[in-house]
Structures are given as structure tokens and as C-alpha cells.
């Protein structure tokens, strides 16, 4: 049940929404935040950057996509 683990604990953003916006182009953590706003809560993205991070290099990885 991953996809309704919260990642973004300040915004409420589980991970379900992070993964399906990144499946849907969003991949960097800036693209993210401009999508759907993580790392604009209270903590300035200090406990969820690196969490996004790993998932969008691990979703780089299994897609063989490159840098955008």
C-alpha cells in the first residue's frame, strides 16, 4: 500500500500523486513542485526531497528515460 503512504507529509501529497505525475512527465523535483506542490509546506522539502528524488531516479531507471 505505497501509493497512499504520505511522502510529502506537510502538503498531504501520498505517493500514488507523485508517482502518477511523474509517470506523466514530471521528472525533476522542480517539475513536481510546480505540478502538484511538494516541498512547499512548512519544512521547505527538507524530509520529502530526497524520498521524491529516489523515486524519480528509480523511475528513470526502469523506464530508460533520460534527463530532462
Known amino acids: 500500500?505505497?501509493?497512499?503512504?504520505?511522502?510529502?507529509?506537510?502538503?498531504?501529497?501520498?505517493?500514488?500523486?507523485?508517482?502518477?505525475?511523474?509517470e506523466e512527465g514530471s521528472l525533476s523535483f522542480e517539475a513536481l513542485k510546480r505540478k502538484i506542490g511538494v516541498g512547499t509546506g512548512n519544512c521547505r522539502a527538507k524530509r520529502c526531497r530526497p524520498k521524491i528524488e529516489e523515486r524519480i531516479k528509480d523511475h528513470k531507471a526502469t523506464t530508460s528515460v533520460g534527463e530532462d
Open 1 to 22: 500500500m505505497d501509493s497512499i503512504k504520505k511522502v510529502c507529509i506537510c502538503r498531504s501529497i501520498k505517493a500514488g500523486t507523485i508517482m502518477a505525475a511523474i
